[in-house]
């Protein structure tokens, strides 16, 4: 090991490396939301990727574009001379600068592409807002083949997101971040995930993907024709848009609806802590009129 680490071509090596495997990162970032499902998965749980707006999280871009240079300072404390020996060198000079060109390049792409949005942890702006509008009505066909009337009054509070059982990306993320809430809140509460993929997600087909997610009792999955699913999405205020694929690029939502029928809070994007929704439709659940 000791015969490696004094090499004269071991800090040079090393920094090469980062700065190729930065150039390598950035590159799959301005290309993955192309190359399918599963890159855009990875992109979403790894890089903070929206479907919604096509654009990445400013912490996570900085992330990526920073971590090899500030690596090249580190190693360039503890080898100097090893890095100005190398550089001294023209093939040194060539390889190097071409490899932090790449990189600069590569970088400056992604920060002047426009895919970029700036971003806060989501507790920096506290919480929610109480919202109060009555909720958009309409009825839909739930995964048991009954009528459910998304919107009207009941006797427990609902959580509503909007997903499709074929999504390789933020969906899964969605219904996990509400099975733990359920998990929490226990019957308190009733859960509704409206499909963005009518065609595909008939009630049997969702019935099928309950039992499949071990969705309990308290889940309401919802189909219907295209059109009245399609305007029940535009009623609730989120965005979606089929991909060449088959994808369907959406907002990611859970809104939450007091017993009364009025949208009390709505949370966006992913991230959403269970505790803080549970503990919320418990207190919707509290309340009287």
Same mark, same amino acid.
């Not at 490696?4 to 990162?25: C, E, I, K, N």
């Not at 949208?263 to 503990?279: C, D, K, M, S, V």
């Given at each position: ?121 989501? @507790? ?22 009954? !009528? ?8 427990? !509070? ?13 969906? !899964?993320?969605?219904?996990? @971040? ?47 024709? !295209? ?63």
């Amino acid at each position: 090991m000791s015969r490696w680490l004094g090499h004269p071509l071991f800090a040079p090596v090393l920094v090469l490396a980062a700065l190729a495997w930065g150039t390598g990162l950035i590159a799959f970032l301005l290309v993955g939301p192309s190359l399918g499902g599963w890159a855009r998965a990875v992109l979403t749980y790894c890089f903070g990727w929206s479907a919604a707006t096509r654009a990445y999280r400013l912490d996570a871009v900085l992330l990526v574009t920073l971590q090899p240079p500030l690596f090249a300072l580190v190693v360039g404390f503890f080898y100097a001379d090893e890095l100005r020996a190398f550089a001294r060198r023209l093939g040194g000079r060539v390889v190097g600068g071409t490899a932090l060109l790449g990189f600069v390049a590569a970088a400056a792409t992604l920060v002047l592409s426009g895919d970029v949005v700036g971003s806060a942890p989501a @507790t920096a702006a506290g919480a929610p807002v109480r919202d109060g509008r009555p909720a958009p009505r309409a009825v839909l066909t739930d995964h048991h083949g009954r !009528p459910f009337e998304l919107g009207a009054a009941g006797d427990r !509070p609902l959580a509503v997101t909007f997903v499709y059982a074929n999504c390789h990306g933020t969906c !899964p993320a969605l219904v996990a @971040t509400l099975q733990a809430t359920a998990a929490l809140v226990g019957d308190r509460a009733r859960f509704v995930a409206v499909t963005l993929d009518p065609a595909r997600d008939t009630p049997a087909a969702l019935a099928a993907y309950a039992e499949r997610w071990s969705l309990g009792d308290s889940w309401r999955l919802l189909s219907g024709p !295209p059109a009245a699913v399609d305007a029940a999405r535009r009623a609730w205020g989120v965005t979606a848009e089929r991909l060449p694929d088959g994808e369907i690029a959406h907002a990611n939502v859970i809104v939450l609806v007091d017993r009364a029928g009025r949208i009390a809070y709505t949370h966006r994007g992913l991230g959403q802590a269970p505790r803080e929704l549970a503990a919320a439709l418990a207190r919707l659940a509290e309340e009287r009129g």
